[in-house]
C-alpha cells in the first residue's frame, strides 16, 4: 500500500472564489450597466447581472453563493477523510515493516494480519464518506457507496467490492460564469489501478 495519488492535495481552494461573490454582491450593477452597456458581450460573459434591472442579480448570486459554500463543505469534508487514510497508511507501513522481521512468531504474525484487516475496513468507510445524503467520493453515482467490504470471498479482489464505478463530472460554476470541477472519486483516491484492472503501488484498498 502507497499513498494515496489524491491525498497530497485534494482540496481545491474556493476562498478566492467565494471572496469574488461577494464583492459582486456588494457592487451596484446598476452603475456597473452604465458603465459597459456598450460592451452587451461582457454583460453575457459574467451571468450574474440584469440588463433590465436588479431583481434577478442578488437571486442568481445568492444561488452561486450558496452552490460554492456547498461544495466548500463538501471539499473540506473530503480532504479530512483524506488526511484519516494518510494516518492509517502510516500505521499499515508500520504492521508491514514489523511483520517482515524473522522475529515474528505465527501468534504476532496473526495479530498483525487482523490490525491491518481493521485498517481496511476504516479506509472503506472512509471511501464512503457523507455529506448530507451525499457520498463525496461518488463520483455522478453519488447516492451509492462507492465501496464495500467483502465478507463472502475476502481473499478475493483484496477484500472489497466496487458498488459504484461512477467518474465525476459535476462541474460548479462561479460568480464569473466560469465552470470548474472539484469531485474525485473513490477509485482515484483509494483504489488507483493499472488498465487492466489490476492494482498500482499507490493502491490503498487492496492489500
Given amino acids: 500500500m502507497g499513498c494515496p495519488p489524491g491525498a497530497c492535495r485534494l482540496t481545491v481552494t474556493l476562498n478566492d472564489i467565494l471572496l469574488t461573490h461577494g464583492a459582486f454582491e456588494t457592487q451596484d450593477p446598476i452603475g456597473f450597466q452604465q458603465a459597459h452597456r456598450c460592451d452587451d458581450l461582457l454583460l453575457r ?26 461544495v466548500k463543505t463538501e471539499v473540506d469534508t473530503a480532504e479530512q477523510a483524506v488526511q ?94 466560469n465552470t470548474f470541477g472539484v469531485d474525485r472519486t473513490a477509485q482515484q483516491i483509494f483504489d488507483d489501478q493499472n488498465p487492466p484492472g489490476t492494482p498500482t503501488a499507490n493502491n490503498v484498498l487492496r492489500p
Fill in 45 to 70: 460573459r459574467f451571468h450574474v447581472f440584469d440588463l433590465d434591472g436588479t431583481e434577478g442579480v442578488h437571486s442568481r448570486n445568492a444561488q452561486v453563493g450558496s452552490n460554492l459554500q456547498n
Fill in 84 to 177: 484519516a487514510a494518510e494516518l492509517i497508511l502510516e500505521r499499515v507501513r508500520v504492521l508491514a515493516a514489523q511483520g517482515a522481521t524473522g522475529t515474528q512468531t505465527p501468534a504476532t504474525r496473526l495479530a498483525i494480519a487482523e490490525e491491518v484487516r481493521a485498517l481496511q475496513e476504516q479506509l472503506v468507510s472512509l471511501s464512503a464518506t457523507q455529506v448530507g445524503a451525499r457520498y463525496v467520493f461518488g463520483g455522478d453515482a453519488d447516492q451509492t457507496a462507492p465501496y464495500t467490504l467483502d465478507t463472502v470471498t475476502p481473499d478475493v479482489g483484496g477484500g472489497v467490492v466496487q458498488a459504484n464505478a461512477a467518474q465525476a463530472t459535476r462541474q460548479i460554476r462561479d460568480p464569473l460564469g
